[in-house]
């Protein structure tokens, strides 16, 4: 592994065997007060040594149960989470070791869709000015230019470029969640964290918005990291899977193999606890 | 907004804010007499066409007094409760933005501050300094500030976890961004509803120091001290301690049925 990380750094760069991303040892606990009067503590490992890798321009899914640490993966790979130890090498920089103005420099690149379209957008905010916020701190074109792309951005996922005057209470789920998304690529970012992107929206606005994103993949060649507990969403997006379960990636492979034959207990209980499975099973 | 003000209570609340408020900035233009026009033949005069409120000890004109005196009420209330919410605001941001040691200091200090009957401690403090209207709106903005710092700061925290903060920090926004354009906006609302049931209580507050000697000094008229001129002389002159009083009563509760008023339409839970 160390011959990896090396190689990793030397090369400092997407050239790295096509790695994106990788995570190598991450670890995560948290400590509760607990008993009477708060004396006591309970630690719980929420992300226990996990390592994974995300090659450019293809989709790893995490999947695994509520509670399994995937949401905290997702907010520690993006540093908004200090984690215990391990690092996060993004195009061969170790974002765990940065801080201040590197590490929002570094972000630029490594962009995040939220789970809750209705709390990932600021209520006080027009959709024009949430859009643009990321090219305002970036610095990127002229106010002229940023409006221009930001109404690009907004039609490429499915709006109207007048809807950047809007409120963001005026937009339904499935299109405020084409916000976000929005808001996210308009930074031309390689590599898009999606937490749960899907779960809070209808089953029918699901498929739209998983199209949406496989299109986006495909123009932009972007690489996903996609965060779900869904299997189906998953099987339709990845190409690569691992299963998380207490904190530990168990299971990892590429998407036919393991819905085919999974090697682990745990992976085959998810398995066939989805609905409907043997049509899928083909 | 606009449905603060279908509540007929908040109306009624804001009619009467608006009228003292505007009775005290045209004071000089609708005062009959010179507030501080001592007139011998004109002393413990009732009500009546020519004095309104009848006249006080000294043959001063109430009605022109309580205007003049509504000036400098309204006055420490609103910059003694700006203080209050500058300093609390501050404070609150800070330990609901940093949380760990800078939250526990601070929030240890509201605890330390809270403990103390404020009061008292106000009297206390005006004891040793000069009662001027300066002192005295530094002293109550020093001494009410906690109660915005703790709604601050809880605004802060929960709203620090919220997915549009983080998205923002993912796109690299600053600190300083971060507070001002998606923290500090989204508190606003209970910024608001507490600056004006502040004011009420800062009136009153003031009204009590005069009373007792410690706030406005005579001649210049505040209504704290013309009541204070009215208690020697209320079993037979009741119009210099009714009037002063009914103003009192009438600000307060105009400023608590605007801030309730405000407080329950502005409240997101209660409008799905």
New interface residues.
Partial sequence: MSGARQQARGNGGIGMNGIILAARGLSKTYVQRSGRFGFGTTRVKALDDVNLEVKAGTTLAVVGESGSGKSTLARCLLQLQPLDAGEVLFEGQNLAALSGKALRAARRHLQMVFQDPFASLNPRMKVGDIVAEGLVIHGIGTAEQRRDSVARMLERVGLAAADMEKYPHQFSGGQRQRIGIARALVLEPKLVVCDEPVSALDVSIQAQILLLLKELQQEMGLSYLFISHDLRVVRHIADEVAVMHRGRIIEQGAVADLYAKPRQEYTRILLNSIPGRHRLAT | MKRAFANPLARLGLALIASILLLALLAPVIAPYDPDAINVKSILLPPSAEHWMGTDGLGRDVFSRMLFGARISLLVGFVAVGIATVIGVVLGAFAGFYRGWVDIIIMRLVDVMLSIPTFFLILAVIAFLDPSIWNIMVVIGLTSWMGVARLVRAEFLSLRE???V?????????EV?LIF??LL??SLTPIIVSFVLGVASAVLLESGLSFLGLGVQPPQASWGNILTDGKEYIQFAWWLSFFPGLAILLTVLGYNLLGEGLRDALDPRKHP
């Fill in positions: 919220r997915e549009f983080l998205s923002a920090q993912t796109l690299g926004a600053s961004r354009r998606h906006p989204n």
